[in-house]
């Protein structure tokens, strides 16, 4: 997650499914360079463990300490030799973002069709879901035919769901 000062915050071990596992805070403040070595680092554990059902399992059964260290201990030996990535500190474009909640979880054909008409038609064709029933459209303009839809700004989502004022942003 960007976090405003050009660093990252990193969530491990959240998961849908019929044993939903909310992602937990292991790292912050992490630099751009540090991200990827830290990714192949979770994934060599994940793969290392050999667990099928997803990472989310390999966090439960040592948790966040022991899988934050086994994930350094591989990161820091790779760190070297991977490629320096590219100014990854965040850019706002004008953009708004369009909130769809679906209380139930079920998202029927029309919707699905709608989200799609949204995101192509006036956003970047690409969505943002989240496992509280909420789906995110980042938009480029906002025209009369948006009226109906609740538009906000965007800023940082918060992976445990909803803030203090039910809105899942600063």
Not at 88 to 109: C, E, M, N, Q
Request: glycine share 12%; hydrophobic share 40%.
């Amino acid at each position: 997650m960007a976090r405003g000062d050009g660093t990252f915050d990193v969530y491990i071990g959240g998961g849908i499914g019929e044993h939903a596992f909310s992602a937990k805070l292991a790292f912050t403040g992490v630099r751009a360079e540090d991200l990827l070595p830290i990714i192949v680092g979770a994934i060599e554990v994940f793969k290392r463990e050999g667990e099928k059902r997803g990472f989310k399992w390999v966090v439960a059964k040592y948790g966040v300490e022991k899988v934050k260290g086994l994930i350094m201990e591989f990161a820091n030996g790779i760190k070297s030799t991977l490629p320096k990535p590219s100014d990854l500190s965040p850019k706002f474009v004008d953009a708004k973002i369009i909130r769809l909640h679906f209380p139930t979880g079920w998202v029927g054909g029309e919707d699905l069709e709608r989200v799609i008409n949204l995101a192509d038609g006036y956003g970047f064709s690409y969505v943002i879901i989240f496992n509280n029933q909420t789906i995110y459209i980042p938009i480029r303009e906002v025209g009369k035919e948006l009226e109906s839809y609740e538009i906000r700004e965007p800023g940082p989502f918060h992976p445990e769901g909803s803030n203090h004022r039910g809105m899942p942003w600063q």
